[in-house]
């Protein structure tokens, strides 16, 4: 089990100032020569603490594979700041139906004895990190919504994802923005222009990620974009400017 003592004395390095940049620059990628959750730990705290770092160690967290990060989670010793970071709280199901509702609060009477829902909810995030990635196509799509991104991401890392499960979590608007900025750096996925309609669509879909995505689409898709009340007034005067420009070219 481990103890973090090496990311602790790291870290205290870092707030007396002693790390040299180029150190504190391999820290940021993961390349430190230390276990796994020192590394880990080391990296939250850069995210957290370290305005130069910062941008570099988020995108080397959202690397990281999650079945490592779960078994760090499962830690007993697990630094709370990497807790923190990873949101290892219950399924959220906060924008769930009322029927998914009444499923966790009634478990539903299936061979298993209790409802899917049921039976996710009680996982700890280590599991749900396995069903995400080995389990079924209905618990893929309940915990897409995790607000866990170590099981959210292992949905999205899944062997078992289709094409057609990507089409319909980019449509999603109850999932973490993250998870759709995820999908959109994925070229695996952005080569479906289905996938790349239903982000630009999706009111969920951070700005930076969804106005670029415009010029992928055919005029069809621009001329619904240009009237969809869902979108942001700049999607729709973005899809409108190029809607024009294809038109008169």
Same mark, same amino acid.
């Given at each position: ?27 940021? +990628?993961? @390349?430190?020569?230390? #276990? ?6 080391? %990296? *939250?705290? =850069? !995210?957290?603490?370290? &305005? ?50 009444? +499923?966790? @609060?009634?478990?539903? #009477? ?6 899917? %829902? *049921?039976? =996710? !909810?009680?996982?700890? &995030? ?124």
């Amino acid at each position: 089990m481990a103890e973090y003592q090496a990311s602790h004395r790291f870290i205290a390095l870092l707030q007396a100032g002693q790390v040299p940049e180029a150190i504190r620059r391999d820290a940021a +990628a993961g @390349r430190l020569s230390l #276990p796994f959750g020192d590394r880990l730990t080391i %990296l *939250v705290y =850069l !995210a957290e603490h370290d &305005p130069d770092s910062a941008e570099t160690a988020s995108a080397t967290l959202g690397q990281l594979h999650p079945d490592a990060v779960a078994e760090v989670l499962a830690d007993p010793l697990c630094p709370d700041p990497v807790l923190a970071w990873f949101g290892t709280g219950p399924l959220s199901l906060t924008d769930a139906s009322e029927e998914e509702q009444q +499923a966790l @609060r009634t478990p539903a #009477p299936t061979q298993g004895g209790e409802g899917l %829902l *049921v039976r =996710l !909810a009680r996982m700890s &995030p280590p599991q749900r990190v396995q069903a995400a990635l080995r389990g079924s196509r209905d618990e893929r799509m309940i915990l897409i919504r995790d607000t866990n991104r170590v099981v959210w991401r292992a949905v999205l890392d899944s062997p078992r994802l289709s094409e057609s499960d990507v089409e319909l979590i980019a449509a999603m608007r109850n999932i973490h923005e993250d998870a759709l900025r995820y999908i959109s750096g994925q070229r695996r996925f952005m080569r479906s222009l289905s996938v790349v309609r239903n982000l630009v669509n999706n009111p969920r879909t951070p700005l930076d990620v969804a106005l670029p995505l415009l010029k992928h689409l055919f005029a069809v898709d621009l001329q619904f974009i240009a009237r969809n009340r869902m979108v942001s007034e700049q999607i729709r005067r973005q899809a409108a400017k190029l809607l024009q420009m294809k038109q008169s070219s």
